[in-house]
Every structure is written in C-alpha cells, then in structure tokens.
C-alpha cells in the first residue's frame, strides 16, 4: 500500500519545482467530509467506542502501510499502531486542530512511535 495508491499525495506544481527541475511529492493534509463529524464524537465523554472504530475502519491500514515501511517489522508496526490508537482513545484532544485531516494526525502519532 502506498499513500499515492490511496489518494493521499498530491503532485507539487508550484514555480520552484519547475524551474529547479526537482519533482516531490506532497501529502494531502485536506480534512474528509467525515472528519467533523467523527471528531465530535471521539470527543463525547464517556469514550465512544464506536466513533474510534470507525476511525481505526478509516485509518489503520494506511497507518499500518506506513509503520511498515519505517519498521520493516509487522510485530513493530502493530505495536505503533496500537501504540497510536490508544494515544488517540485517551487524548482525543489530538484531533482538536481541524485544518490537518486525522489520518495525518495519526500518522504523525505513528511516525513517532516508529523513530
């Protein structure tokens, strides 16, 4: 799995890349439609253990993809994973900046875990 596979990184078109030649990459931070919704819910006290299912529905291969890549280890991936999600279960604060989509925020939360 690749995130330009799934839609996550957009083709720089800037000037600077054009005239310096080089061609990067770059993710898309654009929240989802569903976000609001989701983040309002995984805010709801008690935990709403079904708004972090879903989040995990939306989320988890694409994080799991990513730990992968960094840990080439799936027995570390699961655990940074894991790790990622239960930051998100018991902070859901993390989600409070709602101009950088979920998914990168919990990537973010992986990509730490696997440093």
Same mark, same amino acid.
């Given at each position: 799995m690749t995130f330009a596979s799934e839609g996550w990184i957009r083709e720089q078109s800037d000037e600077s890349s054009r005239s310096t030649g080089s061609h990067r990459p770059r993710l898309d931070v654009t929240p989802e439609c569903w976000e609001p919704e989701l983040r309002r819910r995984l805010r709801q006290a008690p935990p709403n253990l079904e708004a972090l299912r879903d989040l995990y529905d939306r989320v988890a291969p694409a994080a799991y993809g990513y730990a992968r890549q960094r840990t080439r280890s799936r027995r570390q *991936? %699961?655990? /940074?994973?894991?790790? *990622?999600?239960?930051? =998100? =279960? %018991?902070?859901? /604060?993390?989600? #409070? #900046? *709602? %101009?950088?989509a979920m998914r990168i925020q919990l990537l973010l939360l992986v990509h730490v875990r696997t440093s």
């Open positions: *991936a %699961r655990e /940074a994973v894991l790790s *990622a999600f239960v930051e =998100a =279960a %018991r902070h859901p /604060a993390v989600f #409070d #900046d *709602a %101009r950088i």
